[in-house]
């Protein structure tokens, strides 16, 4: 089962519908699913799941961002997690990454910096974020665009980072991380 | 949160509108009237329907003509954006798009830049389901242009029912059309729909159709008790 991370401001919202429902259209064919809002996630959720995806949200919305507390469960799971946009900023938060503002909204060329299992080649991706992260010595970068970087991985860690949004565009990345996790099964 | 919806009268904009209300508040509508019938951002056949749709919702309309020329039409969007924000005091702004990159990242781009929330509560859902997300809700949404093979005059006026919507996605298997319209092959205007207080009457209408490509145009219209 794959735990989807709400991770706009409020529970209910109206991000919801664009932040959320998107993933659940590209996994619910793969493996089942449930979502929780960021401030309800429990330790039984994170022990009943086989990964956890962390939605993306509003460019306005920067909640996640200020509740680091919020996630010191990230740096205590050993499932795997991807976090698109807001939840690749707020993985490199609580990881103690430096946030830079950088605004790109639109098509985004990424170049593919080190062979990975998530993309051979360099591609164009959907942006919509006013942050990016600095690079840091626990993380590997995996692909980058001219301004910022585009995917992490953490070097100990199954927890990766998507700053592009691969429900919209890409979403093969999206379901090569979903598939990787029911093979393991 | 006082929201303004991208209002082009067809089934996504009704709908997001709907979405909006049951989460934040609709302060006001926001048209294009776009001169342009090719516009990449403006859903254009009976657009002045929109002025009795937004009295039957009871709303403002902050209503724009635009030449509809490619990058001019931004300006012409933006312009009528900040006037609602400043006129409504919206602190966003809520559009149909389902899956147009193109139109979806300039709204982003105009709202960002007036410092404005953008929802998109359509974006990338499955285009069948919405289709019958609009039928659950009783929309009375009809075909008011089409724009591509194998559509034709045959499918102008038409109401967005069941049996249409197997239609629409039988023409997805066999040619690859997108089943709600999203690629620019047909348009629709609703007529009725739960938050519409009256709904619309059509007294008169005039069908203009070359092959793959015609319109449905309202030519008079009033609002009745539903």
Redesign the interface.
């Known amino acids: 089962m794959i735990l989807i991370v709400d991770m706009n401001c409020k529970k209910?919202?109206?991000?919801y519908?664009?932040f959320v429902?998107?993933i659940i259209?590209v996994i619910k064919n793969l493996s089942t699913w449930s979502v929780k809002h960021f401030l309800e996630v429990k330790k039984e959720d994170l022990a009943r799941c086989d990964a956890v995806v962390l939605s993306g949200t509003?460019?306005?919305?920067t909640a996640t961002l200020k509740q680091p507390e919020r996630f010191q469960w990230l740096t205590e799971t050993d499932k795997p997690v991807v976090g698109i946009c807001a939840g690749m900023e707020t993985i490199g938060m609580v990881f103690g990454m430096h946030l830079r503002p950088y605004?790109e909204?639109?098509?985004t060329p990424v170049k593919v910096v080190k062979e990975n299992p998530f993309v051979t080649g360099d591609f164009r991706a959907?942006s919509?974020h006013?942050v990016c992260v600095e690079p840091m010595v626990d993380f590997e970068v995996w692909a980058e665009s001219p301004n910022c970087i585009q995917i992490i991985k953490h070097k100990r860690k199954e927890i990766y980072g998507l700053l592009f949004h691969p429900?919209?565009?890409n979403q093969e990345i999206l379901r090569r991380f979903i598939q990787e996790q029911e093979t393991k099964k | 949160m006082r929201l303004g919806i991208l209002f082009s009268g067809g089934k996504d904009s009704t709908l997001a509108l709907h979405?909006?209300e049951e989460?934040?508040q609709v302060a006001c509508l926001i048209t294009l009237l776009s001169k342009n019938k090719e516009s990449y951002m403006f859903h254009t056949p009976n657009i002045d329907i929109t002025t009795l749709q937004a009295e039957s919702l009871c709303l403002p309309q902050i209503a724009k003509t635009t030449a509809g020329e490619k990058e001019k039409e931004l300006q012409d969007l933006e312009d009528a954006i900040a006037e609602a924000a400043s006129k409504f005091k919206i602190e966003?702004v809520?559009t149909g798009a389902v899956e147009s990159?193109y139109q979806a990242?300039r709204v982003?781009?105009i709202?960002?830049k007036l410092?404005?929330?953008?929802?998109?509560?359509?974006?990338?859902?499955?285009q069948k389901t919405l289709l019958e997300e609009i039928l659950k809700r009783r929309f009375k949404a009809v075909i008011s242009g089409v724009f591509a093979y194998p559509l034709d005059e045959k499918w102008l006026g038409k109401q967005i029912d069941a049996p249409l919507i197997s239609k629409l996605v039988e023409l997805q298997q066999k040619y690859g059309i997108s089943p709600s319209g999203e690629g620019g092959e047909f348009e629709t205007t609703v007529l009725d729909a739960p938050r519409f207080r009256k709904k619309i009457e059509v007294l008169d209408y005039a069908v203009e159709a070359k092959g793959n490509s015609g319109v449905f145009k309202i030519t008079s219209a009033r609002l009745v008790e539903k």
């Open positions: 209910d919202s109206l991000g519908f664009e429902v998107p259209e509003p460019l306005k919305d605004l909204i639109g098509m959907y919509l006013s429900e919209v565009r | 979405y909006a989460k934040e966003g809520v990159v990242e982003q781009r709202c960002s410092n404005l929330w953008c929802f998109n509560p359509l974006w990338k859902h499955d």
